[in-house]
């Protein structure tokens, strides 16, 4: 009987075009709602569409403008990546390269050229690119004149973008994800969606338009991938992590299930083809009403994922007593806490046997392919003088949660094609904007305040995650 991970799994490691490319205005580029996200107090009220941050304000500080600068280090960074024997590497395309104002008939040779180099360098590399159509980005100008997902007329451009990418990138890319994170829009909307909220609007109204304008796109783009390269295979993402009932209390269970559906709301659209009861039932409750067309719930219906990815950091708790209210930090979205777990330096809860739970879960609930697209530890490291870190707590983080994985594999029959972890290079967190919170295998030197030669060096787990993929994860060290 196999005991290990399948052959051909696609190890790899993840990042995304805002958090790592920096170049934010060259050979083209268009300014994008990730740009104008800063660090320090006023990121979240940003992020969440609460404050208006349309352009860069004076006094603050924009870690996306250079971020990592992979747009000009790419060759390096990717050959480290092949050095650690990636099969896979996750990276997203920022759309303001491609489309500077987003709604442009013709795209931007430059950006194109960019990623064209890029995925063929992976392929010299061995590596097979893993692409995100969007990674929590937005042209600036389809936010100001269009009001972002909001507005159906982004169909129109997302189709566009999604067109130009199979055709230019056919046979250097084949897979391929729609929108990360896609349940952030309810969490983090401007992130999500390009959504800023004007006074007096009904934002769950406008929430769920915008979330139907992308399910919708997404279903466009799958039936674009596979008109134009039947090989392609076209993936949702989903920030998961189970709930649990904070008790055995009836009224416990029954907000965790509350609270799941309120995740599993978009993939059951993505994965079954359309729109869930509960789902219906709760818009009726909230007066919500959802503007959508026959044509659409075709599309929705006849275009679902050929696989689901998720990033999973930890397991959630949720309590229908509302006495129970101590929370904890989470990713974005902040959760009760557990007090049978262990948390990061940022809060987050390291739950690796949830990991397991969450995989039996989606498996239950679609059957479809899973791929594990995020997953890793944010800390402080503290580099020697020569830029390496002895990052044993981000080995045992990830070798728990690889071995959970393997029991979701091997003990319960889950089918899962990959797994990249969050960050496989030191990057700029989404969340705080900070660079000292780290999750890479190699080290990037550069600060919160953007100081630093941007020097890479390999840390202790990038010798590990080596020997783990060289052995097909049998050797967890
Ligand atoms: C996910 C995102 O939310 O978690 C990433 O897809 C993000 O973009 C990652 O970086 C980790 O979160 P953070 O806030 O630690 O960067």
């Keep these: 009987m196999n005991k290990g991970f399948p052959q051909g799994f696609l190890w790899g490691g993840a990042t995304a075009a805002n958090q790592c490319e920096g170049a934010y205005d060259v050979d083209g580029r268009g300014l994008a709602n990730v740009d104008v996200v800063p660090i320090g107090e006023e990121r979240f009220p940003i992020i969440a569409g609460q404050r208006k941050m349309f352009d860069f304000e004076e006094g ?9 600068d992979m747009y000009h280090h790419y060759k390096e960074d990717i050959a480290l990546f092949g050095e650690m024997g990636f099969k896979t590497y996750r990276l997203s395309i920022a759309w303001s390269r491609i489309f500077p104002k ?11 050229e960019f990623y064209e180099k890029l995925f063929k360098e992976c392929h010299k590399h061995g590596i097979e690119p893993l692409v995100t159509i969007t990674h929590f980005d937005c042209p600036m100008h389809l936010i100001e004149e269009y009001g972002g997902w909001r507005n159906r007329k982004m169909l129109e451009f997302y189709e566009r973008l999604c067109r130009t990418l199979f055709t230019r990138y056919k046979g250097l890319v084949k897979y391929w994800l729609t929108f990360n994170e896609i349940n952030m829009i309810l969490h983090a909307p401007f992130m999500g969606a390009g959504l800023y909220f004007e006074e007096g609007e009904n934002q769950e109204q406008v929430k769920y338009q915008a979330a139907h304008h992308e399910l919708v796109a997404s279903a466009i783009a799958t039936k674009v991938a596979h008109e134009i ?5 076209v993936g949702c993402m989903l920030a998961a ?18 609270e799941d559906r309120e995740n599993y ?6 994965a079954r083809g359309e729109y869930p009861n509960y789902a219906k039932k709760k818009w009726e409750r909230l ?18 994922v050929d696989f689901i990815s998720f990033s999973y950091y930890s397991s959630r708790v949720a309590s229908g007593d509302p006495e129970v209210n101590e929370k904890t930090e989470g990713n974005i979205f902040a959760s009760i806490k557990n007090p049978y777990l262990e948390a990061s330096e940022w809060g987050w809860q390291i739950d690796p046997l949830g990991l397991r739970i969450t995989l039996n879960a989606i498996w239950d609930r679609y059957q479809k392919p899973m791929f594990i697209v995020e997953n890793g530890l944010g800390a402080i490291d503290t580099p020697d003088e020569n830029g390496y870190v002895e990052d044993d707590y981000r080995i045992d983080y990830l070798r728990q949660h690889i071995a959970a994985m393997r029991d979701a594999i091997v003990e319960d029959g889950v089918e899962l094609l990959g797994y990249t972890t969050w960050g496989c290079i030191d990057l700029v967190s989404a969340g705080t904007g900070e660079m000292k919170k780290r999750y890479g295998f190699i080290y990037v030197d550069r600060d919160n305040e953007g100081k630093g030669t941007l020097k890479r060096s390999k840390k202790k787990s990038f010798h590990w995650y080596k020997q783990v993929i060289a052995t097909n994860g049998q050797d967890l060290g």
């Design 102 to 112: 987003g709604d442009e008939l013709e795209p931007n040779e430059k950006g194109l």
């Design 265 to 270: 709301f978009f993939i059951d659209v993505q």
């Design 229 to 233: 390269d039947p090989e392609n295979k």
């Design 241 to 258: 992590g189970q709930y649990y009932p904070n008790t055995a209390h009836p009224r416990d269970y029954w907000a965790a299930l509350q």
């Design 60 to 68: 603050y500080f924009y870690p996306a403008k250079e971020s990592i």
């Design 287 to 304: 007066g919500i009403d959802v503007e959508m067309t026959e044509e659409d719930l075709a599309l929705l219906r006849d275009y679902t």
